[in-house]
């Protein structure tokens, strides 16, 4: 736990079985959004959804405003079976890494 202090972590997040939690929830992120990718590219829009509204608990839940935001914007394409919500989650997957990236270093 004393690594762990020396992380910044989302404004609110003080429980510590959540701080621990924290890095786990960044690699489900990068990893349910690249499983949301591929369920896109073969046109399943609601099995995308039931994972983009997951996504959209585990972000509010550990404070991670940015990501909850993005996932809201995505979860209105994906209802409306936009083409958009592709390039939205390749963005957000590239954030959500590079947010994984920086905490593991």
């Known amino acids: 736990m004393d690594d762990l202090e020396n992380y910044s972590f989302p404004q609110g997040l003080s429980d510590p079985d959540l701080v621990e939690l924290y890095p786990l929830a960044l690699a489900r992120m990068v990893q349910d959004v690249d499983a949301m990718i591929d369920l896109l590219s073969n046109k399943d829009f609601q099995r995308a959804s039931f994972v983009a509204y997951k996504l959209h608990g585990i972000s509010a839940l550990f ?41 593991e270093a």
């Open 63 to 103: 404070y991670m405003e940015d990501f909850s935001a993005a996932l809201k914007k995505i979860i209105d394409h994906l209802e409306n079976k936009s083409s958009l919500a592709s390039v939205l989650l390749e963005d957000l997957g590239a954030k959500a890494r590079m947010k994984l990236k920086n905490y």
